[in-house]
């Protein structure tokens, strides 16, 4: 009978390949992220490479979720500041959880392990909870950032008006928007 | 159970309202509209300051109006379309280079990876050749036969109001960085095509406040802040008193001197602006340690000149400033500080807008006795050709353990490295005065990535833009981060300066930002100086 952590080491591989390529396709620009694979020519794939590769292992084992921080914030930086939402931005992270199953559905001998994926799936949870609070710290750090930009004087080369007036009433398009809205 | 499937998964995330990024294009990019929305462009100069400029002489900036990129309706001049058309029409007959940019590419894609933009965003419009090529596209259209029969067959698209808006959009994303024209067989600038572009919207009024603000304070005052010469005079006062304070020298700058030997010229953002103020401290310290004849100017109080970012008569215009004042004053030479795109309008432009500087001498070294022959022509020599000079020589005795508390790298900084070819001199620098590592080969020297918010991009509206762009240097220095600990990215540019520390603070928090005269200004010893330990160097308060 072969075991759960057998199926793993043989596909594991194939799991970290496909769950890459399916990360990189929610770019436009797709073939090229996926095909470099010198991390300083092609940062976006190379650290989302990096990272899963790291990150399996971790939902394998069932870590605790602060070991798994570091590959999760790796790729969280990257596409917090991009032109995801918030959804599109965490969603490759789900897939491991369809991309295993499917991998594992497809061979006769490990089909049956597709039943004894739930602490896989669990950890997979886990880490994407945890995504949530990475994303928003990243954001909160962007804005701090801006913040600190303009407190530094650098910002005074113009009179441009102050973030804040994206708030004014009268500027309804500049509002902040509403959950209905959004 | 039922399993949703991946398919469904991506589905679901591609439908979402990202525009940019997320959906496999099924359409030609000509047909890809362009979107504008908060955050994703830079706010549009104030009417004002247009008027203000276009009034001023020798300059143009027609079309003056309150309009906004979101808006549907761009409030365009009835004839919109005949003047960009015959401003392309004039270019191509003034610049040779243009017309060969617009023929010779083969779109051989070796640029297509190398821009900053494309690897941060993954929008393909961001690869050099394509951003090229919405302008060869119109070209094509109005000026080449191939273009008139076959039209879109031959690539060739007629000049609409989306042509426009998606011009602003992406000569906007571009920091004239000029790293894909290092692998262009052919050698076309691609920046230049962005100037290009840049130029043609000024012709109906379409520019980002950020930089024209500067340039109308810059005509005005002599330099971005719109300092007044008493406030530019204080701020060096104070950084004069901040060095005694630390050193225990004290030192007495001159103002607008007629008769000094040298006119220094640096970035006003050194003299006002954190982390510049130390590199500005740096250069006081090392002019005083080796007692130069030298004055700093009130009305050429700016070296950066953000004309170069608008059209070529501003950028001559504000680069004669500097000259006039040399002429004004009497000196035999200008030494220009740590500054960018200064350097790439003195290297590229000057001779032929405003050189050769005849009525200045070329420069000597009134220390070492060597003769600058690289600056035959324009007169002007940079601070680290100065500095490594006198280190040479043995002119400057420094106490390297003063700058223990840094463990630096170097950012080339792109118009010095890949404009002037100032590659050698801050290295050999820093290799005195401090402990350094590089970047990984292909993020370095004639390779540097760009901060990602040069060409007057630094504005914090678009602050997300620049994290994406800056990213690929930010990656880089992310990896010396943790592989040799560095927490100091030096560079010789004041852009960079204020730039690459917003992109630290979002990327590599624990990385700090300096100027490499700063770190020769921590390690230099001063005769006469009580100076003590200072914990982190001329930034440390006492």
Redesign the interface.
Known sequence: MIDLAEAFRNYKEKIVDRWVE?TL??????G??IK?R???????G??VREALNKLLPLLIKGAETQEMIPSLEQIL??RS?????P??AI?PL??VK??T??IFQADKERQHLVAELYDFEFATDLAVLAAFDIYMQCRE??Y???I???K?????????KC?SA?LKDDNK??TIPTVES? | MA????EQ??K???Q??????????TRDWMDIPTVFK?G?YA?VAKKDKVEYLDSQKGLHFPNAREWSP?DEDWKLPENWKEIIINGLKERLDKFRSLKIFMDCCVRCGAC??KCHF???????KN?PVMRAELLRSVYRNDFTLAGKILGRMAGAREMTVGVLKEWFMYSYQCTECRRCSVFCPYGIDTAEVTMMLRELLHLVGIGI??IL??VSNSNRTGN??GLQPHTFKDNVDFLADDIENLTGVKITPSFNRKGAEILFITPS?DV???PGLYTAMGYLILFEAIGLDYTWSTYASEGGNFGLFTNNETMKKLNAKMYAEAKRLGVKYILGGECGHMWRVLHQYMDTMNGPADFLEQPVSPITGTVFSNAASTKMVHISEFTADLIKHGKLKFDKSRNSHVKATFHDSCNPARAMGLIDEPRYILDHVVDWVEM?E??IREQTFCCGSGTGL????I??LR??SG??RA??VK?VHEKHDVNMLSCVCAIDR?TL??LM???N?SVGVCGVTELVGNALILEGETRGELDEGLRTML
């Open positions: 399916y396709s929610t770019y436009q620009s797709s090229f992220f470099e010198d991390i300083f020519a092609n940062p976006v190379g650290n930086k990257i500041v991009q032109e995801f939402s959804s599109q969603a789900n897939a369809h991309i199953r499917e750090r962007l701090l950032t801006r600190l930009e303009i530094s004087g650098t910002h005074i080369l113009t009179d441009s973030p994206m398009k500049r959004i | 399993v949703p499937k991946l998964l991506s679901s995330v591609v979402g309202p990202s525009l940019a990024t997320g959906a496999i294009p908060e994703n706010y979101e297509a990876d494309f690897l941060g965003t993954g929008d393909p690869m406040n950020w603000e500067p971005h802040m953002a006002f602006a954190e990984p292909n993020t630094n504005t914090d509206e602050m997300e994290m994406r990213l690929p990656n880089a990896y204020a520390t917003s603070n979002y990327w928090p």
